[in-house]
């Protein structure tokens, strides 16, 4: 799935993405370091794996969208 960079906090390695509907989705320290990234800006195209639905939505992994 994709989705774009809203928030980042460089000192937590969490924040927030976008979904293409306009959801925000937050992501955590473990799901960051999952993709290997080093910074995250916001506006970034990102490609994110999640789990659960609806309130209890997650994200697992965010990666940089390569084309």
Request: proline share 6%; aromatic share 8%; charged share 20%.
């Amino acid at each position: 799935m994709q989705a774009t960079a809203y928030t980042y906090d460089a000192a937590t390695r969490s924040g927030q993405v976008l979904l293409d509907d306009g959801t925000p989705v937050p992501f955590d320290a473990p799901a960051f370091d999952a993709g290997g990234l080093r910074l995250l800006r916001p506006g970034q195209r990102v490609r994110i794996e999640t789990e659960g639905t609806g309130d209890a939505l997650r994200v697992t992994l965010i990666t940089l969208q390569t084309f």
